[in-house]
């Protein structure tokens, strides 16, 4: 990474600047672009069909979502950051109150089950609205789409079980 040094009268400041790719284009927006693209939702029907089969992300624990972020990031198909914001629990943090008033956006039911595709799209919404971070936009939205895939798979599965192999 190339830096470029700048200096003021009153302090000194170090700024950063992005490398281009050859079309000019700063490598961040690439890989974003790549992240975001078609690839990031052309699960394996492997992958889909066992978490599909195995779980229900439309009323799952924090638990079996944590576990089925490990699988999602284990084949690549999440990032790390969406890996660690899939497993976050913030009881595990005692008394917090920012966390804990604030972490989750939907109710769960006496079981601690959501519909984890609903808790994403509002955390993203929520990221872009309250918080105006696009880092966290961009990573639930992502969760988001993955987990409405699961689901949707689900649906295909028990709609037409003899289809799927």
Known sequence: MKVENSYSSI?????????????????????????????????????????????????????????IGVKLFNVGIISMTEFCGMGFDPDHFGECPMLQHTFFTTSADSNGRRDWVTEYEKR??????????????????????????ISDYAKDLKTSPNDKN
Not at 14 to 21: E, I, V
Not at 46 to 60: G, S, T
Not at 127 to 145: F, R
């Open 11 to 67: 302090f000194y400041e170090k700024t950063l600047s992005s490398p281009k790719t050859k079309e000019g284009q700063n490598k961040f927006s690439s890989v974003l672009e790549k992240t975001l693209g078609e690839n990031r939702l052309d699960m394996t029907s492997k992958v889909l069909d066992e978490l599909a089969q195995k779980y229900d992300v439309r009323n799952a624990t924090l638990d079996e979502i944590g576990e």
């Open 124 to 149: 993203a919404e929520r990221s872009l609205k309250e918080y105006n971070s696009i880092e966290n936009y961009i990573s639930d939205t992502g969760v988001a789409k993955v987990l409405k895939e």
